[in-house]
């Protein structure tokens, strides 16, 4: 068995920026109303903030006016990932719950 020792780069080191604003994905907005640029689109839309009752067919009902829902992922603590048919259709809902709150049984989904 061959083992080779790995050489530490101390440049490449993300761990000391974790949460820091050099991270892109971490970082906030000055305002929340806006879309982060240096995320790159997904057709994958990550949601937080629903109810724990939500299912996934309140969800295909109330996102399948924008285009079809490929997939939901239900996850705990009221979050899920929703996967659409296309980039332009999770961008169409980010910019549309920018403007105007989704409602999910009686209850605001934040932005």
Do not use: W
């Not at 996102?63 to 332009?88: H, T, Y």
């Amino acid at each position: 068995m061959d083992i080779k020792k790995r050489e530490y780069d101390n440049s490449t080191d993300q761990l000391g920026s974790y949460g820091e604003n050099s991270d892109p994905k971490r970082l906030k907005l000055e305002n929340e109303n806006e879309i982060d640029k240096s995320i790159e689109p997904s057709p994958v839309i990550h949601c937080r903030g629903l109810p724990y009752s939500v299912s996934d067919a309140d969800i295909h009902a109330l996102l399948s006016p924008f285009g079809k829902v490929e997939a939901v992922c239900l996850m705990r603590m009221g979050q899920a990932l929703i996967e659409m048919d296309s980039i332009q259709t999770s961008t169409s809902i980010i910019s549309r719950s920018l403007t105007k709150p989704f409602i999910l049984n009686n209850q605001k989904v934040p932005h």
